[in-house]
């Protein structure tokens, strides 16, 4: 069983900062693809950044020059700086793992519960 806790959420202002991080835990072989999603109330889910197991970076357009996704392996952990936040930020952000478990024959998605981001204006 592969559990991912997610953390840094919080309510910042318009032009803040905040760093998400998701540590990945269990029976765990490999990690592969990491990213992290968003949902607001009403709206579809996106996704925000991905990053692969040989550190390609993948950013959502609204996002670009503005949050940074990286991973230390070591710890199985992933990590989202946001920068320059907007009102149109606020979402839920979930963190995604694509990983093998010991024993396991096949890859699966793991999915984090998800932390709240508000940003007022």
């Known amino acids: 069983q592969v559990q991912l806790l997610e953390s840094g959420g919080g309510l910042v202002q318009a032009g803040g900062s905040l760093r998400l991080s998701c540590a990945a835990s269990g029976s765990i072989f490999r990690l592969a693809a990491m990213g992290w999603y968003r949902r607001a109330p009403g709206k579809q889910r996106e996704l925000v950044a991905a990053?692969?197991?040989?550190?390609?970076?993948n950013y959502a357009d609204s996002v670009k020059g503005r949050f940074t996704i990286s991973r230390d392996n070591a710890k199985n952990t992933v990590y989202l700086q946001m920068n320059s936040l907007k009102p149109e930020d606020t979402a839920v952000y979930y963190c995604?793992?694509?990983?093998?478990?010991?024993?396991?024959?096949?890859?699966?998605?793991?999915w984090g519960q998800g932390t709240q981001v508000t940003v007022s204006s």
């Open positions: 990053i692969t197991s040989g550190a390609s970076e």
């Open positions: 995604y793992t694509r990983g093998l478990e010991n024993g396991a024959l096949s890859f699966r998605d793991y």
